[in-house]
């Protein structure tokens, strides 16, 4: 059920990207990548040894592919989804540190 709303909501942010970003196929590709980064390590870290987040991530690449007809676009969406998941990845860890959060309040602080 999950994966069947990721399928939704990522192609309804495909279309509101589509249409904000007037058909820049670089800005969306990054931006959909980072989108699709975030929620394919969402769901590989929530339902590890399923098959699912790939099969999903895959259909809403095939459906921006048929939609699009942009192979760039593709790739794009492809390379910045490696970077999505690395920086979500990244940033969960980070917010799991307590050192790291320790810092941040004390620069709070000295502000």
Known sequence: MDNLLAIGVGL?????????THHNHRLNGSLLGLWE?????HFIAKYPASIDPYAAYGF???????WTTSWVRLFI???W?????????VFVDLYADRRFRRFMRKKKQRK
């Open 12 to 20: 309804g942010l495909r279309a509101l990207i589509d249409a904000v």
């Open 60 to 66: 809403r690449l095939l459906i921006d592919l048929l």
């Open 37 to 41: 980064g975030a929620v394919l390590r």
């Open 77 to 79: 969406t492809i390379l």
């Open 81 to 89: 989804s490696f970077m999505g998941m690395l920086l979500s990845d």
